[in-house]
């Protein structure tokens, strides 16, 4: 159940509210308009009055309302009405009449509008004409002359909302933090659907703000980048004429006078203020990207497979700043993402937005290396014919989001841990588009039998939990390949082996042996090591083994030697 309040002001404030709620709506979806509940239990009913003009009706009922704010005079608040749609799951149950008049009763008492058994409160409506929600209206004056208490009103309706959810056996919604974005307004979507666009402008903004600021090494360039997606940017300057804020907007969206609809950065999502942009940027100048040339993927899938660590032993703001580096890589992902599978991504992406926000504040300084790295992917384009740059950049992110909804659920996150939980759903399905043909590819390649026995034997001598689970894994032949291909480019396999061992554990691995795949086929792409390396190596190698023999002295009698362990 989803209630949200909207305060209007002016001398015809109330008029125009339940002009509305009685009317035809935007799109003729207003049926059969009608009373629930009241202030007072007998207020005029503009919709079913059938002996009265529903015009009269109207007037009588605008009138009452604004009695109280009337006899204020000049001293009346600014705002004088509260509006409040609630708004049912689409698949709950449907509710009677007297079931929304009694959790309209609750919200208005929760709101500090109408509390229990004040007979001085505000005067209040509840308007029904849908089956799935009520509008509530009051105007902001107690009928004693006084303000209501209505403090964090928003917040207390909410509260309010998910206990109504468990009493009704309603679609229970997770509480926030006050630190989600704003949604469309009812207006706004209708105004979308009018003009023929897929969402609403808000939203449409929010992503390519959220994506100017994840590709734009500086200031400069993030407005340039902005102007290059179509969006309208208008600067709130300071005396000084330094910009302080920014609004956006997107062509032909426009008011009835034909001017651009401006939205403040702020009203978008909380962290795309200009100074919040600001500070996301400095994490990205003024130093240039420092990648190896042709191999952006891999340092891109380094830097994000680091975010676990960071999740499990970070303090809070660098765990924070980890998530919003994390959704920076999601949001840039999309665009070269191949074409079957980018509108999964997006929804991934959309979804995933709200698990970057917290009450904790981030701490970005640890986040420069992934940014940097997933931009140079976005500058660069480097190739990735077979799919496996991308496939194994996928593999970490899948990791890091899983972990981002662990750690928002120990701090009992819910908004956040249920988005994180929904990208991850979206991630799986693009993750089996993109990774099963790319494994299938390696696994034809596998090495000889010999080879992979030898593969085989190492794995069960360094790592006996796993073993078993590898060499039953679908992908074991595409990581015997990597690793011969390791070998081949001059590693030695059982080193890179342990060092893809030694990396993290497996323990959360859905799949240990194509997480080992994607972690050798990076090591095995860096550079091999010479042959005085090599060389050298072996030579550390054979004195640590002599000195690991004893002496002859020393020798201990023969004994019978050990079980072997199964």
Known sequence: MIPKIILSSGPAATRRTIGYLYGKGRANEHIDPHLVASWNGFAPDPGRS???????????????????????????????????????????????????????????????????????????????????????AATLVRQDGRRPERGYDQRAVQREARKIEIDYGLRRLKPGDGTAAKR??????????????????????????????????????????????????????????DALGCNFALPGDTNDKGEPVFYAGSTLAPDLSLPKIRRSLATTSPEPVTVRPGDPWHEATAATERIPHHLTHGEDPTAQGQLVALGAVMDLLPIGAPAAVRAELEQATAAFERATRSRITADLDSTRALRRSVQAIWRERPSDSDGSGFAMLLDTVLTAVAFAAHWHRMRQHAQQEAAAEQALVHLQVVYARIAEPVMAGLAQRAPSPQMKNRYARHLQQAVPEYAERILNDAAWDALATVLAEAEAAGHNATTVLDQALGQRTLDDAHSPARTLTWRIRRLGERHSPGPRAQAARAHSAAQRSAASIPSAAATPPPQAPPARRR
């Open 50 to 136: 059938p002996h009265r003009d529903p015009k009269d009706a109207m007037a009588q009922l605008v009138a009452q309302l604004d009695q109280p704010v009337k006899m204020l005079g000049d001293k009346a608040p600014k705002d004088t009405v509260w509006h409040c749609p609630v708004r049912a799951a689409p698949e709950d149950p449907i509710l009677t009449d007297n079931q929304w008049a009694e959790i309209a009763r609750r919200m208005v008492a929760a709101a500090g509008i109408a509390p229990d058994g004040d007979e001085e409160a505000c005067r209040w409506v509840a308007v029904r004409h849908a089956d799935d929600h009520i509008h509530i």
């Open 184 to 241: 469309p307004t009812s207006k706004e979507h209708f105004k979308a659907k009018r003009l023929g666009q897929d969402a609403a402008t808000r939203d449409v903004l929010r992503l390519r703000v959220r994506r100017a600021v994840a590709a734009a090494s500086d200031e400069a360039e993030f407005f340039v980048l902005l102007e290059a997606t179509g969006v309208t940017v208008r600067f709130k300057l300071g005396p000084s004429g």
